[in-house]
């Protein structure tokens, strides 16, 4: 569960379920929180917030306890919206509220849907801000999944229209090294410098961009999810989790919608085995998921995301309170938040792994946990 508003006091995360024992810092999160907050076309909110951590809760002495983990992130920017955001009546500002939806947000359906004239009501929570607190979450969830070797890494694949090189024969090492080289977190860097030079033409005209991010997944163990219910399938959490950052528009889990133009010897991997590995796959065209559950290859996921819609040259839009034609509002924006939003999805599939770890290896304590993983694992060599 994840609270607070844009401009608000701050934002605050309560995550339960986690075992006891397991190794928690502060600085495990805000590194998480400062890569969110880097890359090429970001804009001013990123040099006000430097955000830090601040755990409440289900915390001590460095390991969580088994209750609770409640995370709160301050908004330094509070300190310049303290009476247009206060929560008492008597000091509410005039004159700042916000009548004109903005093509693309959630002001105009959220306001009718919520009977809100305000929209500020509306456009504080729906900001992409609330995503910080995710990625909070989401460092957490790492942790858990490092304990069992589970790795994960994001990098930008398209902006603009302008494209790098997919995964591919790329190690996730080798990924990660060269993607860390890029400040667009892209690992084809010629392609890099070109998705720069897009970006400048774009905020140079008051325009946005979009893209494609790609998450991977390695080190996953078989049988994660389940094919037994439609709700408790892996892809099907998966997707839903990337779909739920702001600003996604569509999900493909690996080479997701390039089957529809191939036949079937085309996309399915075929299964070998050996003495020393057990069972494997030489491809990897599912993406890690079979039938609603990991298959032990890495897990691959791709997203696209469209061109934030907050413009510096705004588009059409009608006032709500005159219903006259006027030239949407403007908050502060990013030109370009691609490789943001592929550090979010990095938080939001550590998450859903981390709770299918949970819900297929159990235990209260991390030591328990661990056996249950071991003892699987000896099944699964024996099988």
Not at 217 to 242: E, F, M, Q, T, W
């Amino acid at each position: 569960m994840t609270s607070g508003e844009s401009h608000g006091k701050g934002l605050t995360a309560i995550l339960e379920g986690l075992p006891a024992g397991l190794s928690i810092l502060a600085d495990h999160i805000n590194r998480e929180l400062a890569r969110r907050q880097t890359g090429y076309g970001r804009g001013a909110r990123m040099q006000i917030e430097q955000d830090r951590v601040e755990i409440l809760s289900g915390v001590r002495s460095g390991e969580t306890l088994g209750s609770p983990v409640t995370i709160f992130i301050r908004n330094r920017d509070w300190v310049n919206w303290e009476q247009i955001m206060s929560e008492d009546p008597e000091v509410k500002e005039e004159g700042r509220e916000v009548y004109r939806p903005r093509p693309g947000h959630a002001d105009l359906s959220g306001g009718i849907k919520y009977a809100q004239r305000d929209l500020r009501n509306i456009l504080e929570r729906s900001s992409a801000r609330e995503t910080a607190a995710r990625v909070a979450v989401g460092a957490v969830a790492r942790r858990l999944l490092h304990a069992f070797g589970i790795d994960l890494i994001s990098h930008v694949v398209e902006i603009g229209g302008v494209k790098g090189k997919g995964h591919g024969p790329l190690t996730v090492g080798k990924i990660r090294t060269l993607s860390e080289k890029s400040d667009l977190r892209c690992a084809d860097l010629r392609a890099s410098h070109a998705m720069k030079k897009r970006i400048d033409r774009a905020a140079g005209e008051g325009d946005t961009l979009g893209g494609v991010f790609e998450v991977i997944a390695s080190g996953i163990p078989v049988g994660l999810g389940s094919h037994v219910h439609y709700d408790r399938k892996l892809n099907a959490c998966l997707a839903g989790a990337v779909m739920s950052i702001q600003a996604v528009k569509g999900v493909e889990i690996g080479i997701g919608f390039e089957a529809a133009r191939c036949s079937g010897s085309e996309v399915h991997d075929e299964i070998f085995y050996s003495k020393a590995g057990g069972f494997y796959r030489k491809t990897n065209r599912a993406g890690g998921i079979e039938g609603g559950m990991s298959n032990g290859e890495d897990i691959v996921i791709r997203a696209v995301m469209k061109p934030i819609p907050t413009l510096r040259k705004p588009l059409r839009s009608v006032d709500i309170m005159t219903k006259r034609p006027f030239r949407a509002s403007v908050e502060r924006s990013d030109v370009c938040a691609v490789p943001a939003a592929g550090v979010i999805a990095e938080a939001v599939v550590a998450f859903e792994l981390a709770r299918a770890m949970v819900d297929k290896f159990g235990g209260d304590s991390l030591s328990e946990m661990k056996r249950n993983y071991e003892g699987y694992l000896k099944t699964v060599w024996e099988y």
